[in-house]
């Protein structure tokens, strides 16, 4: 018995050992930059659609609620793509699906160009969708993993660069479309882009491979994944289940989670796609105003997503989720109702500030709650977000087709008040969870 004592604290100590040298290794900036590239290449393609909507819909002689069409097609393949990854999460490498991913995506950018009739532009956002979404997705479950221990500052500073990316968006489809160069270009030319981005990403793994010392540049994360027998989910997670999802789906905490989600997308997605249009329209603004306005929307959610990550380690992420988007919701309706460009820019500006963190805290609530399950938990909350991004836009356009726009889009701070309830009761099953 003292030998078999003695074995187990040897083995122990070497275990920890090993943990503690994993824990030192270091993820090469150059690995980083390449997938927040990717995030930021792809968010451009999220904020083009609303400046080029007034090109599609007179081009293609459609109705507010048709060309909303877009974006539910697109929303589509992405839920099926995000459906894909969760139930594969664990028998595909995540860095293998990134490059397939981005490449179905940059494949579909270029069919933009030869889509000649509105039905075969939507079928090529279905293509579209799946293929942004799943790269979006897996983006974020393959960083929390890579940064186990900081996924939280790295999940903010990943979307802080899809901020930046939505930011470019509206002023690269600006400079393009004053070129006299037709808006399916804009399409063109990110796919090109996107596609050299893919073919350049194995490249990177495998130089991060050889500096990390791992075998396989597709799993990386083996070097300093260290297991967390303390953690407050330790019981749930030595669990194996054969379906994540069946598992997963028991949680009552990650259906809120899904559910500020769709909130949440409700609110951004209708504001990304109408409100260039609803300024043009309704407000009687330039093209080159709303676009700003947009820019500044987008502005605001970089700085937002830029505070959390310093906040992150000081601050409950459930506590900025529901009282950024009390204020944000505050300030979306001022802006809104007061219907005055200058203050609706403002407004916008702050609200981006104050809820533009959102979706990184939501990954990393769920990541802290279930660690052993990040590609589940971010293809249920990216597929909650696909819903959203699949029915609101089109429900505004639908709206604004009845009612006009000034009513449609009062719906994009009306969403942000019941996120805030919801919200709260979020904060209360989590901090049970703490006393328990």
């Given at each position: 018995?003292?030998?078999?004592?003695?074995?187990?604290?040897?083995?122990?100590?070497?275990?920890?050992?090993?943990?503690?040298?994993?824990?030192?290794?270091?993820?090469?900036?150059?690995?980083?930059?390449?997938?927040?590239?990717?995030?930021?290449?792809?968010?451009?393609?999220?904020?083009?659609?609303?400046?080029?909507?007034?090109?599609?819909?007179?081009?293609?002689?459609?109705?507010?609620?048709?060309?909303?069409?877009?974006?539910?097609?697109?929303?589509?393949?992405?839920?099926?793509?995000?459906?894909?990854?969760?139930?594969?999460?664990?028998?595909?490498?995540?860095?293998?699906?990134?490059?397939?991913?981005?490449?179905?995506?940059?494949?579909?950018?270029?069919?933009?160009?030869?889509?000649?009739?509105?039905?075969?532009?939507?079928?090529?956002?279905?293509?579209?969708?799946?293929?942004?979404?799943?790269?979006?997705?897996?983006?974020?479950?393959?960083?929390?993993?890579?940064?186990?221990?900081?996924?939280?500052?790295?999940?903010?500073?990943?979307?802080?660069?899809?901020?930046?990316?939505?930011?470019?968006?509206?002023?690269?489809?600006?400079?393009?479309?004053?070129?006299?160069?037709?808006?399916?270009?804009?399409?063109?030319?990110?796919?090109?882009?996107?596609?050299?981005?893919?073919?350049?990403?194995?490249?990177?793994?495998?130089?991060?491979?050889?500096k990390m010392g791992v075998i396989d540049p597709h799993d990386l994360t083996q070097v300093y994944a260290v297991e967390s027998e303390d953690h407050a989910d330790s019981v749930l997670v030595q669990t194996k289940p054969?379906?994540?999802?069946?598992?997963?789906?028991?949680?009552?905490?990650?259906?809120?989670?899904?559910?500020?989600?769709?909130?949440?997308?409700?609110?951004?997605?209708?504001?990304?796609?109408?409100?260039?249009?609803?300024m043009e329209t309704d407000l009687l603004v330039s093209p080159t105003i709303s676009n700003i306005a947009l820019s500044v929307l987008w502005l605001g959610i970089i700085l937002g997503r830029m505070a959390s990550a310093?906040?992150?380690?000081?601050?409950?992420?459930?506590?900025?989720?529901?009282?950024?988007?009390?204020?944000?919701?505050?300030?979306?309706?001022?802006?809104?109702?007061?219907?005055?460009?200058?203050?609706?820019?403002?407004?916008?500006?702050?609200?981006?500030?104050?809820?533009?963190?959102?979706?990184?805290?939501?990954?990393?609530?769920?990541?802290?709650?279930?660690?052993?399950?990040?590609?589940?938990?971010?293809?249920?909350?990216?597929?909650?977000?696909?819903?959203?991004?699949?029915?609101?836009?089109?429900?505004?356009?639908?709206?604004?087709?009845?009612?006009?726009?000034?009513?449609?889009?009062?719906?994009?701070?009306?969403?942000?008040?019941?996120?805030?309830?919801?919200?709260?009761?979020?904060?209360?099953?989590?901090?049970?969870?703490?006393?328990?």
């Open positions: 018995m003292l030998s078999m004592s003695k074995y187990r604290r040897t083995k122990t100590i070497q275990v920890q050992d090993k943990s503690a040298n994993r824990q030192q290794t270091k993820v090469p900036f150059y690995l980083t930059a390449a997938l927040f590239l990717i995030m930021g290449i792809y968010a451009i393609s999220i904020t083009m659609i609303g400046p080029i909507m007034p090109s599609v819909i007179e081009d293609y002689q459609i109705n507010l609620s048709q060309g909303g069409l877009m974006m539910t097609a697109q929303s589509i393949g992405g839920m099926l793509a995000v459906l894909f990854v969760g139930v594969m999460a664990g028998r595909f490498k995540k860095t293998k699906l990134i490059i397939l991913s981005f490449l179905v995506f940059g494949a579909s950018l270029l069919l933009v160009s030869f889509s000649d009739i509105y039905t075969v532009l939507l079928a090529v956002f279905f293509v579209f969708g799946a293929g942004s979404r799943m790269a979006d997705t897996l983006l974020n479950a393959y960083v929390s993993d890579l940064y186990n221990k900081q996924r939280g500052y790295y999940l903010n500073l990943l979307h802080m660069y899809f901020g930046i990316g939505a930011l470019i968006g509206p002023v690269y489809v600006r400079f393009i479309l004053e070129q006299d160069i037709s808006w399916t270009f804009v399409f063109s030319l990110l796919g090109i882009v996107s596609i050299i981005s893919a073919l350049l990403l194995p490249i990177t793994l495998r130089r991060a491979a050889k054969l379906n994540h999802f069946a598992y997963i789906s028991r949680s009552s905490v990650i259906w809120l989670l899904c559910l500020i989600m769709i909130l949440y997308l409700a609110h951004q997605a209708s504001l990304t796609v109408w409100l260039p249009m609803y310093y906040f992150t380690n000081r601050v409950k992420p459930i506590k900025i989720v529901v009282f950024g988007n009390l204020l944000a919701a505050v300030f979306t309706a001022v802006g809104i109702l007061l219907t005055q460009p200058v203050i609706l820019i403002i407004c916008l500006g702050l609200a981006g500030v104050f809820n533009g963190a959102t979706i990184p805290l939501l990954v990393t609530i769920a990541s802290d709650r279930y660690p052993k399950h990040t590609g589940t938990t971010s293809s249920m909350i990216f597929l909650s977000g696909a819903f959203a991004t699949m029915v609101f836009p089109w429900l505004v356009g639908k709206i604004a087709d009845v009612s006009g726009f000034q009513i449609a889009v009062q719906l994009t701070w009306i969403t942000l008040f019941v996120l805030f309830a919801a919200g709260l009761i979020l904060r209360r099953k989590l901090e049970l969870h703490t006393e328990g």
